[in-house]
């Protein structure tokens, strides 16, 4: 069965309202000084379930690019104080990647941004969610 007009429709629109907010997110970060990746890598960190660092393999994961760039990512926020790496405790072969005090502040002040974003968008995204959870079921 091939999809509908009307599900290529709600689709593009998801994918639209999706680019808004990114866009949206990434102007915030150059405005506060950081380039969108060094926002999503201080989002990855932050973010970590259960404690308040990563290991690279963690960040390239979540970021979905090569350890390389994870490392040259992180390099270039610890320069500018964003991170710091410390030797693991458990395993010292691990390295492990935190806020710093700075790194902390930016990433409270761009997340209330994009939490208020998200929540002008929330609508929109949840009912075209919605539209497109019950296109796959039918289809299925």
């Known amino acids: 069965m091939r999809i509908s007009k009307s599900d290529i429709e709600t689709l593009a629109?998801?994918?639209y309202a999706l680019r808004q907010f990114l866009r949206f997110s990434e102007r915030a970060a150059r405005?506060?000084?950081?380039t969108p990746q060094q926002h999503q890598l201080?989002?990855?960190i932050k973010g970590m379930q259960g404690r308040n660092w990563a290991n690279v393999a963690e960040v390239a994961e979540r970021l979905q690019v090569s350890h390389h760039a994870a490392v040259?990512?992180?390099t270039r926020a610890q320069n500018?104080?964003?991170?710091k790496r410390t030797q693991g405790?458990?395993?010292?072969?691990t390295v492990q990647v935190s806020l710093t005090a700075k790194g902390e502040d930016l990433i409270a002040q761009l997340a209330e941004m994009n939490h208020h974003e998200l929540?002008?968008?929330a609508n929109i995204l949840l009912k075209q969610l919605q539209s497109i959870a019950a296109s796959a079921r039918r289809r299925s």
């Not at 500018?80 to 991170?83: A, G, I, S």
């Not at 405790?89 to 072969?93: A, L």
């Open 89 to 93: 405790k458990e395993d010292r072969r």
């Open 31 to 34: 405005q506060a000084g950081i």
């Open 13 to 15: 629109q998801f994918r």
């Open 72 to 74: 040259a990512l992180v």
């Open 80 to 83: 500018l104080k964003l991170v």
């Open 42 to 44: 201080l989002m990855t």
């Open 119 to 121: 929540g002008q968008l």
